[in-house]
């Protein structure tokens, strides 16, 4: 079950090299525009009403899904408030921050149009 769906708006000018090392920083509108320049700037068409990202869950991008590991304990309402949540992608090491989520599978090759859903593994 889908419970969390958005369509990238904008990808910021220095967003790329953070992607390519697996950090995809995603931001609702409106957002300041220092975050604009390093975020992928999205605009949800379905919000969470609830539901809480979890461990085992599935965060696509694309069509590219990878695995939830991790949750930080601000992530859901961060995500829920502003649209914002960072995802380190492969990185089983990185401390988990707050507002974080560490995911594992295929970085995706994003561009604006495409869509993000979080997805229930159950």
Same mark, same amino acid.
């Given at each position: 079950m889908t419970y969390y769906r958005t369509t990238v708006v904008e990808i910021g000018p220095?967003?790329?090299e953070m992607i390519e090392a697996g950090? $995809?920083?995603l931001f609702g509108e409106p957002l300041p525009e220092a975050l604009a320049e390093v975020s992928i700037v999205h605009r949800p068409s379905q919000t969470l009403s609830g539901n809480a990202v979890s461990v085992g869950d599935v965060v696509s991008f694309a069509g590219t899904d990878l695995r939830i590991d991790a949750v930080g304990e601000l992530a859901t309402r961060n $995500?829920?408030?502003l649209?914002?949540?960072v995802l380190y992608i492969n990185?089983?090491?990185q401390k988990l921050l707050p507002g974080a989520v560490l995911a594992s599978g295929d970085i995706p090759d994003l561009k604006a149009g495409?869509?993000?859903e979080?997805?229930?593994s159950s």
């Open positions: 220095e967003a790329g950090v $995809l920083i $995500l829920d408030d649209g914002h949540v990185q089983p090491d495409d869509v993000i979080f997805r229930s």
